[in-house]
């Protein structure tokens, strides 16, 4: 069974941070490449960053320069370090991670990023 659990999500005021983590499990994590999505209510799900399996970063423009996405193989876990953060922000945040080669994908439940005032 594959597992990924997300964390961290919450409520914070804009110019504010927050890290948000994903714990994998069922997978040689060190294989897949891992990524951070978002969703806010009416719009469609959109990728934020992510990371291939070699340490390439990719980022969406909208949070470049802002967010930061690592890995750490040794503890199977993704994070997203989101700073500076917006109201446009707002969304699920939602962890995936894909093996292209094999043509397997997952998806984590979700976790709620809220940033007001």
């Known amino acids: 069974q594959v597992q990924l659990v997300e964390s961290g999500g919450g409520f914070v005021q804009p110019g504010g941070s927050l890290r948000l983590s994903c714990a994998a499990s069922?997978?040689?994590?060190?294989?897949?490449?891992m990524g951070w999505y978002r969703q806010a209510p009416g719009k469609q799900r959109e990728l934020v960053a992510a990371?291939?399996?070699?340490?390439?970063?990719n980022y969406a423009d909208s949070v470049k320069g802002r967010f930061t996405i690592s890995r750490d193989n040794a503890k199977n876990t993704v994070y997203l370090q989101m700073n500076s953060l917006k109201p446009e922000d707002t969304a699920v945040y939602y962890c995936?991670?894909?093996?292209?080669?094999?043509?397997?994908?997952?998806w984590g439940q979700g976790t709620q990023v809220t940033v007001s005032s």
């Open positions: 069922g997978i040689i994590f060190r294989f897949y490449g």
């Open positions: 995936n991670t894909r093996r292209s080669a094999r043509g397997e994908e997952y």
């Open positions: 990371i291939t399996s070699g340490g390439r970063t």
